[in-house]
């Protein structure tokens, strides 16, 4: 049973950093993507950033230029880096990793709070 284990979040002002990590407790072969996922209260789950097997990366549009993601398949690890964050960031954060033959896993979440 692959679990992924989410750390760095936590309370920080605006404009400042943030560094979010998950990474599966056990290995996992043929990863296909990595990403981030954010939801806020009152609203839908979002995409935030996904990195793929092969390189490419995407990013929802209100995080362009200020986050970036990236990986370390060979710890099964995934990070994201959060800069210049606005209180529009506050949300819960969740990691995913999705492998062949139907693996789609979800860390259990990991708060950021944005606020003076």
Known sequence: QVQ???SGGGLVQPGGSLRLSCAASGSISNIIAMGWYRQAPGKQRELVAV?????????????????TISRDYAKNTVYLQMDSLKPEDTAVYYCNIKAILFIDRWGQGTQVTVSA
């Open 4 to 6: 992924l284990v989410e």
């Open 51 to 67: 990195t793929s097997s092969g390189g490419k990366t995407t990013y929802a549009d209100s995080v362009k230029g200020r986050f």
